[in-house]
């Protein structure tokens, strides 16, 4: 049996799509029910108090695991004590190319590795679903907002992040490996409003942000610490960051979604 952590997520909910559809047992994790498959047990839960996980964790011999706003240990004990061998940890590529800056992920990829369990660890960069966050201003004016216009990061479909996930809890062989997950090619912001816009078959105007003007609003959602990881990656992102990795292809046998499939997919949340 499969335990999902984050089953009504971007990532999480794809995931426990797919294995259900293989016909798996999946038990799905979220503070509160959700749709989900037939045949996909709901257990409520929440990942900073282990003692709600024990029901969902006895018996099952997968985990996958969100970074959240938990202490890891506590977690993946209650994961052993449930007799879970294999644990796929969703973290970020941040802590490997800025592990400062990124210090939370980079923790938890550090009791994944000493938690005794069979581990692999997945570090995808930015999601191409974070384009979301221009929803309201697409329907509402036709218009998206984002700093460093003109700086390119090969974001990825949270869709292949899930898919990944899928093969890499199913098979064997992936014990002890980081795999960095990205999309085909490197995208600006400013190309991704015209992807927007081309699925909607209108123009999309882009307003370019400051520095500051970012922070400003990301600081609403997000703490501190990783609004300034994630505007120093945006802004000046190392060569690593800016390079399409292998690992997605490899896993699936095919290439990437691109953003403009993404957006297409999706279009209905910027009509």
């Known amino acids: 049996m499969f335990v999902i952590t984050g089953a009504t997520g971007n990532v999480g909910g794809e995931l426990v799509r797919l294995l259900a559809a293989a016909g798996e047992q999946v038990t799905a994790i979220s503070r509160r029910p959700a749709p989900l498959p037939g045949g996909v047990r709901h257990s409520a839960g929440d990942l900073g108090d282990p003692a709600s996980l024990k029901d969902a964790f006895d018996g099952a011999g997968a985990l996958f695991l ?8 506590a977690v993946l004990e209650a994961a052993r004590a449930g007799g879970i061998r294999r644990v796929v940890l969703l973290s970020s590529q941040g802590a490997g190319t800025r592990p400062g800056l990124y210090g939370h992920p980079a923790a938890f990829e550090q009791a994944v590795r000493e938690s005794g369990l069979e581990w ?5 960069g930015g999601f191409a679903s974070n384009a979301l966050a221009w929803a ?4 509402a004016h036709r218009t998206a907002a984002a700093p460093f216009a003109d700086v390119a990061l090969p974001v990825i ?3 292949d992040i899930a898919e990944v996930a899928s093969v890499v809890l199913r ?3 992936h014990a002890g490996r980081t795999y960095v997950l990205t999309g085909p090619q490197p995208v600006s912001p400013r ?3 015209a992807a927007i816009g081309e699925a909607l078959g209108t123009e999309v105007r882009f307003v370019e942000q400051s520095r500051e003007e970012a922070r400003a609003q990301m600081l609403t959602f997000m703490p501190e610490q990783a609004v300034e990881g994630t505007l120093t990656i945006l802004g000046t ?3 690593e960051e800016r390079q399409v990795s292998p690992d997605v292809a490899r896993l699936l046998g095919r290439a990437p979604r691109t ?6 997919r999706n279009i209905a949340a910027f009509r």
Do not use: K, M
């Open 237 to 239: 992102p190392t060569e």
């Open 120 to 124: 692999t660890i997945l570090r995808p």
């Open 259 to 264: 953003f403009a499939s993404w957006a297409a």
């Open 191 to 193: 190309e991704r409003a």
């Open 66 to 73: 969100l970074v959240a706003g938990h202490e890891p240990h």
């Open 157 to 159: 479909d949270p869709a």
């Open 136 to 139: 309201e201003p697409i329907r």
């Open 171 to 173: 098979e064997d062989g």
